[in-house]
């Protein structure tokens, strides 16, 4: 059962890695992808993890993390593209980053709420 100090401490944890991407001037990302999905509420509290230029978000703070949320990825020539890795679907292929926002919020899994303090496999 999840108590709210564990509430607390991955609400912490969630705000301290956003903090840290949206800080961050190492050019790993498009800053304007994270920026983006953090003005979305519900993705602010899931636990964002930027990797090869794409940013995923997980509904646990602890690895491994979970993949069934739409990951968004620069698309080469522009434009982005909404891919859920739990299955490899590609949700879409938006032209803004705004619109690659809301698809990938129409498509989080049911009952998704903040990230937990866990894994995966806590889910």
């Not at 602010?44 to 949320?69: K, M, N």
């Not at 909404?82 to 990938?104: M, Y």
Request: charge should be negative; glycine fraction near 10%.
């Amino acid at each position: 059962m999840v108590d709210d100090k564990d509430r607390t401490r991955a609400a912490e944890t969630v705000a301290g890695k956003w903090k840290a991407i949206l800080d961050s001037i190492d050019g790993l990302i498009d800053p304007a992808m994270p920026r983006a999905a953090y003005a979305n509420p519900r993705l602010r509290e899931l636990f964002p993890v930027v990797s090869h230029g794409a940013l995923y978000f997980s509904r646990c703070i602890r690895s491994p993390w979970t993949q069934d949320a739409g990951a968004l990825f620069p698309r080469g020539g522009g434009g982005f593209v909404v891919i859920r890795n739990s299955d490899g679907t590609t949700l879409g292929e938006p032209e803004t980053v705004e619109e690659a926002i809301d698809l990938i919020v129409a498509n989080l899994p049911e009952g998704c709420g903040p990230a937990i303090d866990g894994t995966a496999d806590d889910l």
